[in-house]
């Protein structure tokens, strides 16, 4: 009897493991399918900009010349593209939690300020609140850099709009776990740092990512203010000075891209830790 049931245990678990092994070839098929797929748009939007003539269909021709001798003008912006955003995201960050905590707060003051600015920086643009922070203070007498009244900008904007995603992962704390503590002695100060902060940040990181990566692009604007020598601000101005703009845009959207791919790889790692600790 014993043995009768060890071998029909060996045959589901060998059931089991096919069709693990299916899904895993299936999975794979699929992807392979997808890289070569995405293998095919790429051949053509390189014959789409290759100048070639095609049963009378005339092709866009770059000025290969002018986009070998200006990639690394451009490309030299990709350090202040990503210090811009670096410095943006960390001041979205402070800013995002701690108008959650007034959202959440009892205290009327606190809560009115919390949502002031978060109506306030979400009811006007972007591009307004650069050139506010940029043109406007030294009317008052305080004169920022462009570096500076960019990153304040893109800092209070994302901060705004990140709150919601903070305020959320703080409010997915239990009542019960902050009662817990509370009955262990803990202050309400302990509390928040040692139990709701470390779970509700856990819960941010993800779409905080999303946002990280969505400033990256934004931060094209900050090139209004023509003193950030970011990535748009160098294709703009090599394009203009010699007649390619074309050329020059094509390049500069070219390292936004490759910049959000790298990103976005990046945010899947994190992701699938973030879910190995879930399981």
């Known amino acids: 009897m ?19 092994e299916a899904q895993q070839r299936q999975k794979q098929r699929f992807n392979r399918n997808v890289g070569a797929s995405w293998g095919i748009f790429f051949l053509i939007i390189v014959y789409f900009f290759s100048g070639q003539n095609f049963l009378g269909i005339k092709t ?87 570096l500076l009244a960019g990153v304040l900008a893109l800092g209070l904007n994302y901060g705004a709009y990140m709150s919601e ?7 997915s704390v239990g009542k019960g776990q902050i009662e817990a503590a509370a009955a262990l002695g803990m202050t309400p100060w302990q509390t928040m740092r040692r139990v709701v902060l470390p779970q509700a940040l856990r819960f941010a990181i993800p779409p905080v990512g999303n946002e990280f990566i969505a400033m990256t692009k934004d931060s094209a604007l900050v090139s209004a203010t023509g003193f950030v020598q970011e990535i748009m601000w160098r294709a703009t101005r090599v ?41």
């Open 60 to 146: 866009i021709e770059l000025n290969t010349e002018f986009i070998i001798n200006n990639m690394g003008f451009i490309a030299k912006g990709l350090p202040q593209t990503l210090l811009v955003s670096v410095l943006a995201i960390t001041l979205a960050m402070i800013l995002a939690l701690l108008a959650a905590l007034g959202r959440l707060s009892t205290f009327p003051p606190l809560y009115a300020l919390s949502t002031f600015y978060v109506s306030l920086i979400r009811g006007t643009p972007l591009y307004l609140q650069i050139f506010f922070f940029f043109l406007a203070l030294p009317q008052l007498g305080i004169v920022l850099t462009g």
């Open 239 to 279: 394009g203009r000075a010699q007649f390619n703009n074309l050329e020059a845009l094509i390049m500069a959207a070219v390292f936004y891209w490759v910049m959000t791919l790298i990103l976005t790889y990046v945010q899947s790692i994190i992701e699938a830790r973030l879910s190995k600790g879930d399981r």
């Open 2 to 20: 014993s043995a009768f049931g060890t071998e029909n245990k060996g045959e589901v678990k060998s059931q089991g493991d096919l069709l693990f």
């Open 165 to 171: 995603i903070f305020r959320a992962g703080l409010a």
